[in-house]
């Protein structure tokens, strides 16, 4: 069973479309993050949920909005999509918020904005 | 954040020991020593983590300085699935810390 899974894993769409990133856990953990990589490989958090609750927002535009139904699932919406937001989105989960916890990633989802 | 430093890129032959320095020169005493690789076209991966002491699992070993200013990522007898980008990262103890990835080390190893 894979631990985070995130659907789809490829997304190609047009500018000004909206999408969504589906994320699921089944490891039991109460926190959850989305991470987006962009074309240099940089890693950038965007948000932390911890117990269906924002705790982290980066500096996203608001066009990005995640939503948390339960501790296993963060789904991730993006509304007019534009070419910038054309990178690798990952999903991950942590047991513990900060310290020792560790983090498991899912596979990701590459976003190609034409 | 606390920042590291990790050199860009390392070469590797197969079968041969290798080792990953990251410096973190500013980490706080509540700060945790994270390692983490990417493999092509895969999500980051867990390796080890530590605070104090030196630490052990079947990946890797994680060396820790007296000082906790550097520490080094040891891969005992690598293999080409070790080829990856490995990124040393702090993390506090408490709260809501973000796990902030820098630009990690590109492990190249040479069959």
């Known amino acids: 069973d894979t631990a985070v899974s995130q659907t789809p894993k490829y997304l190609v769409t047009q500018m000004g479309n909206d999408k969504s990133i589906k994320c699921e856990q089944n490891?039991?953990?109460?926190?959850m993050y989305w991470y987006k990589q962009d074309s240099k490989k940089f890693l950038k958090i965007m948000f932390s949920?911890?117990?269906?609750?924002?705790?982290i927002n980066e500096t996203v535009p608001n066009r990005f909005s995640p939503k948390s139904p339960d501790k296993a699932h963060l789904n991730l919406h993006i509304n007019s999509l534009e070419l910038g937001d054309s990178a690798v989105y990952f999903c991950?989960?942590?047991?513990?918020?900060?310290?020792?916890?560790?983090?498991?990633f899912g596979s990701g989802t590459q976003l190609s904005v034409l | 954040d606390a920042k590291t430093t990790q050199p860009n890129s390392m070469e590797s032959n197969e079968e041969e020991p290798v080792h990953l320095p990251c410096n973190h020169s500013?980490?706080?005493?509540?700060?945790?020593i994270h390692w983490y690789r990417q493999l092509p076209s895969q999500g980051p991966e867990y390796v080890i983590h530590g605070l104090t002491s030196n630490v052990n699992n079947r990946m890797a070993s994680l060396a820790i300085a007296e000082d906790r200013k550097s520490s080094t990522l040891i891969l005992h007898r690598a293999t080409l699935r070790d080829a990856a980008v490995y990124y040393c990262i702090l993390r506090d103890r408490q709260g809501a810390q973000k796990l902030v990835f820098g630009q990690g080390t590109r492990l190249t190893i040479n069959p």
């Open positions: 949920y911890n117990n269906k609750e924002l705790i």
């Open positions: 991950a989960s942590s047991r513990l918020l900060g310290g020792s916890g560790k983090l498991f």
């Open positions: 490891l039991g953990h109460d926190t």
């Open positions: 500013t980490i706080s005493g509540t700060d945790y």
